[in-house]
């Protein structure tokens, strides 16, 4: 059973067209959920942790927010270099070096 | 300050032969993390090194190994090959053991198995 599930898995927008990601994760305790962008050849590159239910984080036209069993990126008024991977990952608490469990990703396309 | 540098950007092998990928941490990062990114497929962790000791582990055979050296530099080693390790392979290097830290990645090796 996937622990995260990333939807839509592929996304194509007009400029200046909001939406939102979907990330719904199902883990025993959540030690940290975390947003990484990943543009075509490159490795990830980091946007956002969130730690518990109700906080939100903002960087520029992203916005993340956390609920209990899903989070949401949402993307106001985007634009062409906002066409990219958008990976989702979370952390389980228990302690332990266990690395980052990572979504499929959402694939978005910003048209001009 | 320079990145996380990976080498080489791109490998080809053939099946049953062993492979030894290397990444510079970014400087001050004292851990670094192994991931591998199947195509279409999130990135899955392999391992992580802190202080030249291996710290945790995915789900991954014994055939991947790993070493961190005093500079925190980095190995990852695989051995017989198979097809399906065929993939993008990933260095992540962070500021500590904690994994909440976000971690820096490389722009990776791809690596191909035939």
């Known amino acids: 059973e996937d622990q995260v599930t990333q939807s839509p898995e592929a996304l194509r927008l007009q400029e200046g067209e909001s939406s939102s990601l979907n990330c719904s994760y199902t883990v025993s305790g959540l030690r940290g959920l975390f947003w990484y962008r990943q543009d075509p050849g490159k490795g990830p590159e980091f946007l956002f942790t969130?730690?518990?239910a109700g906080e939100e984080k903002e960087k520029e036209r992203l916005k993340a927010t956390l609920t209990k069993k899903e989070s949401f990126l949402h993307i106001t008024a985007p634009k062409p270099e906002d066409s990219a991977t958008y990976l989702c990952a979370v952390q389980e608490s228990g302690g332990g070096a266990d690395g980052l469990t990572f979504g499929k990703g959402t694939h978005l396309i910003i048209q001009p | 300050e320079t990145g996380v540098t990976q080498s080489p950007t791109h490998l080809i092998k053939t099946r049953g032969q062993q492979v030894t990928l290397r990444c510079s941490s970014q400087s001050g990062h004292n851990t670094v993390s192994w991931y591998q990114q199947a195509l279409g497929q999130g990135p899955q962790f392999i391992f992580q090194?802190?202080?030249?000791?291996?710290?945790g582990r995915g789900n991954f055979p014994p055939r991947f190994s790993g070493l961190q050296f005093p500079n925190y530099s980095s190995e990852l080693n695989v051995n017989a090959l198979e097809l399906d390790d065929s993939a993008l392979y990933l260095c992540?290097?962070?500021?500590?053991?904690?994994?909440?830290?976000?971690?820096?990645f490389g722009s990776g090796t791809q690596l191909s198995v035939l």
């Open positions: 969130l730690y518990s």
């Open positions: 992540a290097s962070s500021s500590n053991r904690a994994i909440e830290e976000k971690l820096f």
């Open positions: 090194y802190y202080r030249e000791e291996e710290n």
